[in-house]
DNA sequence: ATATGTGAACCACTTCACAGCA
DNA sequence: TGCTGTGAAGTGGTTCACATAT
């Protein structure tokens, strides 16, 4: 009757399993972000406290996270940035580039297809796909719009795993279907639905219409003066 | 020595607190989407299992969920389609729009200038800013990009508290600081920056790139035969 | 029979506080 | 002295399991 069985796997980080605590995962890529700033302005190493300050998270939190990957600071000193930054790229696999398919070539899909900021954190974009088949063949950036029907090849063909789906709503369920059918194992959905997909998939949802809604949860929590005017004083 | 004091504020829902758990307040959003769709379909009652499943999140949290904001489904039956839809709204503030305030007209800016799907969904732009004083005056969608020196009357003449940041990373923490100073107590920050901001004012993060990396750590990990990990959120 | 609502148990994560080490 | 690394305590959230209501 529930939704799903859910397995109860090991889920933490057991002793012999060299996983990491999923909360740890998702805040690596903001200390990588954070070196590569930091080594460019040309420091040699770091505390836990600055690496604090540039992203937000607390300084027992950092020193915890970075603990997971093993011990790498200096008592009294801080961090080494170069070889930190190694540590950290190679335990969320950024040595080497991720091929990507990008699905949807509408405004967002096109606009993503042009960022810069993928390729320089270990993300390439090999592919834009769309099912409008008087876009193929278009330019987006440097890749020209290619059939969604020529998925499976392209998939295999140039070593995707990862898919970001950037469709309307209506049509990200079918494209999924389509793409772990193809063999990809990741999907981040730009579409405003829950994506369906067997076990072993990985799904990370991006709802930016979503994300202002919970602000305007906050928003109107703040008793905000966007009424003032009508309000007789 | 460590980051901030950080007041310990009642964080959970004290009884005469009308305050949700930050959680729940993120899955709200999802229950709307999928009621709206429901009643598209004509579904006048719906289960806390159907909600589960077109959202994702299990039937149990649906209903720990749904609880937090009174009673009002009906045992051996469900929830009321419609009635919860206007709760859930009413909870989140979306009984009426929202004006927010766009700033940065790069490739990212001006697809989600262009995206419906903000307007179905509580929020409207109603300002496109920019830097470059090049810019000003084009369109995008059905606004005029305006210059960024105008951002203090935009922001107290048209009402707005939201502000979406697509800026450069680089220009970020100054626009932010920029809107603070205007008024805004509510940013989405789509620049791949921590954004530094004073109490009260809220941030959300959204980040592609670093997305992407979190799924390229399980990508990685699913390369070995070892059980494999489920991502969450 | 069926589905909600909820205390209790459980779990993951964060923060605290300090021991350990350069 | 200064900063890391980490057990222990604390917090918030999820799941369980069942009493409760229709």
Redesign the pocket.
Known sequence: ??ILP?R?RL??ASSSDRGL????VARLPLYLRALTQLRSQGSQTC???QLAESTGV????V??D??HLG?????????DVDHLRAEIAQAIGQTQDWNVVLVGAGNLGTALAAYPGFTSRGSRIVAVVDADPARVGEQVGDLAIESIDHLETIITERAVSIAIVATPGQAAQTVADQLVGAGVTSILNLAPVALRVPEGVDVRQVDVAAELQILAYHEQRKGHPREEAEVSR
Do not use: C, E
């Open positions: 009757m529930t859910r109860s889920t933490g605590p999923n909360a740890t505390s836990s406290d607390s300084s027992a939190n020193r915890k970075l603990s011990s790498h600071g200096t008592r009294g000193v801080g961090y």
